[in-house]
């Protein structure tokens, strides 16, 4: 701790120009921890994952936000040497070093930024590690035995669900104190505001994000063919890890080609406002699911949500006001939420119910629960 009582921060992860909900958290934190006195510093990468490894675009040349101004871009994955060098300069600069984890593939980096940072152990800095996955939705044989290893080095860990809290104790194992659970905070890219908008029903869904098997995009195809009116249209936008031709095979087989339009590759924030204007409902078909800032990404854009009971899906969507729930992994199930929301005048009803998230209450009682992790 600082004199005035402040707490030196370190933010190990992903900033611009790296794309995406995890650059846009790191870098708002940071922001938020500043103006509340914390000097912080973020520690971003130079190169995050072997491209093998993440097929998509990983970078972007336009910040989707207001870039935290001190940011480095010192880590690399390719070299370990810089790890543990990175760890010995934030033990003398930082009170408070956090790992922003969200896939194994950082533990190794992680785990010499850590040996680093215990090398100079007199400095007093403790560790966290911030999970926005304990593990992949997607999991290898070896990604427990990694983060197994990171969780039970480092002094705490904090998650964004109960759930995922569970998880990671049973990770890190008895004797090593609980896992801070401090939920998602809003952190949405800055798209210009919401397109005006056009009374009456849009007759069209969107699905918004990284196209992943455990996101369901098969079951709302699914789900479109059984339970939503012949006229009603589907948009898929977002990276397709695998491709696009098993989805597009599939709307084949189940004769709604023409009704699917799959548009492949990442989405800038300013494009946004009129895939949002063009939907009557972003659907969220999660199998599985952490936190997303979709369904807020929505609201603010005013458009309601469909989305399964995973994860925290279910903690941002009213029920009947400004969204619809339905069961993790069941088209049918899917298939009925999407029969009920065209249901006549149902569209309008729940757009009419959309508010925008407040942010504040959120960050407030996260950053209190990251500082005492």
């Known amino acids: 701790m600082s004199g005035d009582g402040a707490t030196r921060v370190a933010l190990v992860g992903p900033a611009h120009p790296y794309k995406g909900g995890g650059a846009r958290h790191t870098t708002e934190l940071a922001h938020r921890l500043r103006a509340l006195g914390h000097p912080t510093v973020v520690e971003s990468w130079r190169a995050q994952y072997p491209a093998a490894l993440y097929p998509g675009r990983q970078t972007i040349e336009d910040p989707e936000g207001e870039p935290y101004p001190d940011t480095r871009h010192e880590l690399a994955w390719y070299r370990p040497d810089g790890w543990w ?120 869904l969107l699905f918004l994000g990284i196209v992943r098997p455990y996101k369901g995009v098969d079951l709302l195809l699914r789900a479109l063919a059984e339970g939503a009116p012949e006229d009603v249209t589907l948009t898929v936008a977002g990276e397709f890890w695998g491709g696009t031709g098993e989805l597009a095979a599939l709307a084949g087989e189940l004769g709604i080609a023409d009704r699917v339009r799959l548009r492949d590759g990442y989405v800038p924030a300013d494009r946004l406002p009129e895939l949002f204007a063009a939907a009557d409902a972003v659907v969220l078909p999660y199998r599985t699911a952490t936190a997303t800032q979709n369904v807020w990404l929505a609201h603010e854009h005013g458009v309601p949500v469909v989305a399964t009971r995973a994860g925290t899906l279910p903690d941002h969507v009213r029920e009947g006001v400004d969204g619809l729930l339905c069961a993790p992994g069941d088209a049918a199930d899917l298939a009925r939420a999407l029969k009920a929301l065209y249901a006549p005048g149902e569209p309008e009803r729940l757009r009419a119910g959309v508010r925008p998230v407040d942010p504040e209450p959120y960050w407030r009682a996260y950053t209190e629960r990251l500082l005492g992790a």
Not at 85 to 105: C, H, I, N, Q, Y
Not at 139 to 150: E, F, G, N, P, Q
Not at 151 to 176: F, I, K, W, Y
């Open 85 to 204: 060098r990175t760890g010995r300069m934030l033990a003398r600069e930082a009170d408070l070093v956090v790992l922003t984890l969200f896939s194994p593939v950082q533990v190794p980096a992680y785990l010499g930024v850590l040996a680093g940072v215990r090398s100079r152990r007199r400095a007093g800095a403790r560790v966290v590690a911030l999970c926005h996955n304990v593990l992949p939705h997607e999991r290898r044989a070896v990604d427990a035995s990694l983060v197994r290893a990171l969780l039970r080095r480092v002094d705490g860990v904090v998650t964004h669900s109960p759930e995922q809290a569970r998880l990671a104790g049973g990770l890190r194992g008895p004797g090593r104190g609980d896992a801070v659970v401090a939920p998602m905070p809003p952190h949405l890219p800055e798209t210009g505001g919401a397109a005006d908008p056009v009374p009456g029903e849009r007759r069209h």
